[in-house]
């Protein structure tokens, strides 16, 4: 996997495609929760540094912040990574992107860091569009019951986003 990575960054260094593939592998493989927050920082100055860069960081930079998330989750600073989160989240409704993952990934950092507004504000938007195909997945639901760890969902790799 780390030669096919090193190979899009040959491509494209400046895209958080590769920085988000290689934090994963130091995350999954490695074990190397510092590496790979350093490794996502490096991918989100080279965002905001680009022409624009904060309107990149906004339609790109989730991705990196979702794995800066996962990251501090490993490393019990749960804060942090709800503050990652909930980074990716207002960025990806800002840009009318949100994906399911990376709104369940929130409301599971919400319910564990205390945050029942931020929670119940999650349930309500759910609950107004009247679709359940857009209810909270099961890592919500599991997570509230105590089926399910933080961690668990942090390696199930159903967040990597690429």
Do not use: H
């Amino acid at each position: 996997a780390e030669e096919v990575v090193m190979e899009l960054k040959e491509i494209n260094s400046e895209t958080p495609d590769w920085y988000a593939a290689m934090a994963t592998i130091y995350r999954l493989r490695d074990k190397d929760y510092k590496k790979a927050l350093a490794l996502c920082d490096e991918g989100l100055e080279v965002l905001s540094n680009l022409p624009d860069g904060d309107s990149y960081v906004m339609q790109y930079g989730y991705i990196l912040q979702i794995q800066k998330a996962l990251n501090y989750i490993m490393q019990d600073e749960l804060q942090k990574a709800y503050e990652m989160a909930g980074k990716a989240y207002d960025n990806l409704s800002m840009t009318g992107s949100l994906t399911i993952q990376t709104r369940d990934l929130y409301a599971v950092l919400a319910y564990a860091t205390g945050d029942k507004e931020a929670f119940e504000a999650l349930e309500l938007e759910i609950e107004s569009y009247g679709d359940e195909s857009i209810s909270f997945t099961s890592d919500v639901t599991d997570y509230k019951s105590g089926k399910l760890t933080l961690k668990e969902i942090a390696e199930s790799g159903r967040y990597d986003l690429i």
